[in-house]
């Protein structure tokens, strides 16, 4: 199983970035995918979680209203859209998998098993 994260970049405060988290090697039809980031010396933290069954969703405070996550099945995809970004945005964001979970979205990194590259997304003020 892959997943392969894209669609990180340089954004100014305030713009929008789109990421991606293309799963291959598996279909998912009962998972929860997580995206995750982690900035320089600190642990990775848990952002926003969709369960793949059924597009339930959970954010962190810091994020709601602001990102938005989805999936895509016919795709295998999950995405992560951000707007209003800010400069505390800019870290390394992750995409995750618990594939032994269907309705619960954990927010504990090692609950995942599966996991992408990180893409970095920096803020500029």
């Known amino acids: 199983v892959q997943l392969q994260a894209s669609g990180g970049g340089l954004v100014q405060a305030g713009g929008s970035l789109r990421l991606s988290c293309a799963v291959s090697g598996r279909t998912f039809n009962t998972a929860v995918m997580g995206w995750f980031r982690q900035a320089p010396g600190k642990e990775r933290e848990f952002v926003a979680g969709i369960t793949w069954s059924a597009g339930r969703t959970y954010y962190i405070d810091s994020v709601k209203g602001r990102f938005t996550i989805s999936r895509d099945n016919a795709k295998n995809t999950v995405y992560l859209q951000m707007t209003a970004m800010k400069p505390g945005d800019t870290v390394v964001y992750y995409c995750?998998?618990?594939?032994?979970?269907?309705?619960?979205?954990?927010?504990?990194?090692?609950?995942?098993?599966?996991w992408g590259q990180g893409t970095q997304v920096t803020v500029s003020s």
């Open positions: 995750a998998a618990d594939s032994r979970h269907n309705s619960l979205i954990l927010t504990t990194a090692n609950r995942y098993d599966y």
